[in-house]
């Protein structure tokens, strides 16, 4: 088992308009003159959340390392819901996940809404849990506030070389950040690319960054194939799904070509669905070595809610080996 090491990768990124790389560079050279430890609280925590993302705990190597040879894979994809600043339930919500993870004997997890506070990291402790090697970048919020936010990339198979990350769109608002956490993971079957992301909510906004993050997938992988899955916050009916999808395998339509399959409800207090969408995708990119999805699945945990999205469960197999699944 590799250590578990914490260090810093740079993110990818589109560049600050000039007004604000102007401002940014005055208000450093200003802190500098001033001395941060001068400076008030209030203005300390505002410093640590506007930290530039990229904060990153990686444990490269499995518990220990699988023997199987080249077969099926299992890809989840969950929003495991942070829930700030309740964290209602969050370690039995979190308990009821991994359980449901073994129970698919899932080898690799893309996750969002992976929560630290002071007591808890759930990083580590699915780390751990799962007996998978990990890597976890910072998102949104601040360990010195007591809370902070970010993506997850698990596996049964090592890891390789450092993470990639992308931070898309809102370059100029330091306090609201969404990611793409990239990775390369070496399978039996040969390496592939898996990249977990949480897009913004306002439309306009999204359809940016999943361009951002189409054409970066795109860069980042150079031919390889890559699954990227997360919390797209886009219904499928949207022009930047279908823009997507032109490329990309929609993992879930490659099996149920037709219905309604939300991911995330809200319900009227007397219990009538007021909201009903599929927001949460597993996608394919196909590339080289290559792979054909098997089966597709929308999942809640058995033994009570692990978030407020369902998850998404995907297995994938290389395209000379595609065995028969029991429907």
Not at 57 to 79: E, R
């Amino acid at each position: 088992m590799s250590s578990r090491r914490n260090f810093y990768v740079k993110p990818h990124r589109e560049e600050y308009p000039r007004f604000y790389r102007r401002l940014w560079s005055s208000v450093k050279r200003l802190l500098n003159w001033i001395g941060y430890e001068r400076l008030p609280e209030f203005a300390k925590v505002a410093l640590s959340v506007a930290q530039s993302a990229g904060h990153v705990s990686m444990q490269s190597g499995a518990y220990p390392i699988p023997a199987d040879g080249c077969g099926v894979m299992s890809v989840m994809s969950a929003n495991l819901w942070h829930d700030w600043p309740r964290f209602k339930d969050l370690e039995k919500r979190l308990e009821a996940f991994a359980a449901l993870a073994e129970s698919e004997r899932t080898d690799l997890l893309l996750l969002q809404e992976v929560a630290r506070i002071p007591s808890f990291h759930a990083d580590e402790w699915l780390a751990e849990r799962l007996k998978m090697a990990y890597v976890y970048s910072r998102a949104n919020g601040s360990q010195r506030l007591g809370f902070e936010e970010g993506l997850g990339v698990y596996s049964r198979f090592p890891l390789k070389r450092l993470p990639y990350i992308r931070q898309m769109g809102q370059a100029h608002n330091p306090f609201s950040r969404r990611l793409a956490l990239g990775v390369e993971v070496d399978t039996p079957c040969g390496e592939i690319m898996a990249f977990s992301t949480h897009l913004g909510l306002a439309r306009k906004q999204n359809a940016k960054q999943l361009r951002e993050l189409h054409g970066w997938v795109g860069d980042v992988s150079a031919g390889r194939s890559a699954v990227i899955a997360g919390d797209f916050n886009a219904p499928e009916h949207t022009h930047q799904i279908r823009h997507v999808r032109s490329t990309w395998l929609d993992t879930f339509r490659e099996i149920h070509t037709h219905g309604h399959a939300p991911t995330y409800e809200i319900r009227w207090p007397w219990g009538g669905v007021f909201i009903s969408h599929r927001l949460d995708y597993i996608f394919l990119q196909p590339g080289k070595p290559s792979w054909q999805v098997v089966e597709v699945r929308h999942l809640d945990a058995p033994d009570g809610s692990h978030s407020d999205h369902r998850a998404v469960l995907a297995r994938l197999a290389p395209s000379h080996f595609m065995p028969q699944v029991d429907q």
